[in-house]
């Protein structure tokens, strides 16, 4: 890996983290397919160095959103609860039986893009408030396990998919965006590790491309940081449509790689 690419890295990681940090979003989504059709990170070494972004880059925002005394609640200990173990699963799914990444972009595709729409949809001509719209604790802990797998398996960020989810059923961004960003970070921290001991025992690329992912990672903890510091600045109606188009277009690019 060449200083040339550890720039364009540092530089794609900081732009992505800016745009993605205040809906709380990581910016792995878009970097995984940068990192499969730019770069060139083979699979499934992908997931850990897209774990190994997060795991550098999230410190930045939790930081700002810390200082901001946005960051600890009851729905990030329950959106955590739920990931951690998910996380572990996801991993051990991904090195031992699906290694490839077309299914993945598929189903990635096929959730976000309606979802996104919708939720610009609903932003752009709201419905009478429902106060019964929130989901359980124990949905929202249900729905972290699972969305962990999925960010085990891809190293995405759990709450790229569950963010638009929760948003969408009447939660404010500023209180799923900390919570979300929360999740994403230690999932990452767990998913890096059982990655970490799963190439002792496995074969192939199971490891991540360290350089790379430092890099990109450094980049992500300063964007981090930027975005988080806008999120109050931004009002709600912003945020939730800058949600739906992020959804929506990370939608969109999948199905297109998919198809290709």
Do not use: K
């Not at 999120?231 to 709600?236: D, F, H, N, V, Y």
């Amino acid at each position: 890996m060449t200083w040339s690419t550890g720039l364009a890295g540092l530089a794609v990681g900081l732009l992505i983290a800016v745009v993605t940090a205040p809906v709380g979003v990581s910016g792995a989504v878009f970097l995984l397919p940068v990192q499969l059709s730019v770069l060139g990170v083979p699979s499934p070494a992908v997931t850990p160095t897209n774990l190994l972004f997060n795991v550098v880059a999230g410190p930045g925002a939790l930081l700002r959103h810390h200082r901001e005394g946005l960051l600890y609640g009851p729905l990030t200990r329950r959106m955590v609860t739920g990931t951690l173990p998910g996380v572990v699963i996801g991993a051990v799914i991904r090195v031992f039986a699906v290694p490839g990444a077309t299914v993945f972009r598929l189903l990635v595709a096929a959730l976000l893009m309606p979802l996104g729409l919708w939720l610009i949809g609903r932003t752009l001509r709201p419905t009478r408030p429902a106060p019964t719209a929130e989901p359980s604790p124990r949905g929202i802990t249900g729905l972290a396990l699972v969305v962990g797998a999925v960010g085990g398996i891809y190293g995405i960020g759990g709450g790229s998919i569950l963010g638009p989810i929760l948003v969408g059923r009447g939660m404010p961004v500023a209180r799923v965006a900390p919570a979300a960003l929360a999740s994403t970070f230690t999932t990452s921290v767990t998913g890096a590790a059982a990655f970490a001991l799963l190439s002792l025992t496995g074969s192939g690329d199971i490891a991540p491309d360290w350089y790379l992912g430092l890099a990109c990672g450094l980049g992500g903890l300063i964007g981090g940081y930027l975005g988080a510091h806008l999120q109050p600045r931004l009002p709600e109606t912003a945020l939730r449509l800058l949600l739906g188009a992020l959804a929506t277009a990370l939608g969109a690019l999948y199905a297109t790689q998919s198809l290709r």
